[in-house]
Nanobody, 111 residues
């Protein structure tokens, strides 16, 4: 297991921006893939984006062109621009190879 701590969520108006952070502790994760997921009320948790150890990234279609995932050492970031009400969810990060979830960070986008 790896402790994960997400932060940076909040309440923002549609069209605004937020930057989420997730810090992983306990080891070095240079070769692991970091992923962001989100879970909206009444919906299943869904994958949002990931960044591999080599820096390659991928995004779900709903956030392409608006969200940017990046990493530095054991921290992964999610820059979220042009936010929409449908982006409202609890956001979680995950490290490949570990069955761990953090507490998540709430993102609320008002219309």
């Amino acid at each position: 297991q790896v402790p994960l701590v997400e932060s940076g969520g909040g309440l923002v108006q549609a069209g605004g921006s937020l930057r989420l952070s997730c810090a992983a502790s306990g080891s070095t994760f240079s070769f692991n893939t970091f992923s962001w997921y989100r879970q909206a009320p009444g919906k299943q948790r869904e994958w949002v984006a990931h960044v591999g150890g080599g820096g390659g990234t991928a995004y779900t279609d709903a956030v392409k062109g608006r969200f940017t995932i990046s990493r530095a050492k054991n921290t992964v970031y999610l820059q979220m621009n042009s936010l929409k009400p449908e982006d409202t969810a609890v956001y979680y990060c995950r490290v490949s190879g570990f069955d761990s979830w953090g507490q998540g960070t709430q993102v609320t986008v008002s219309s």
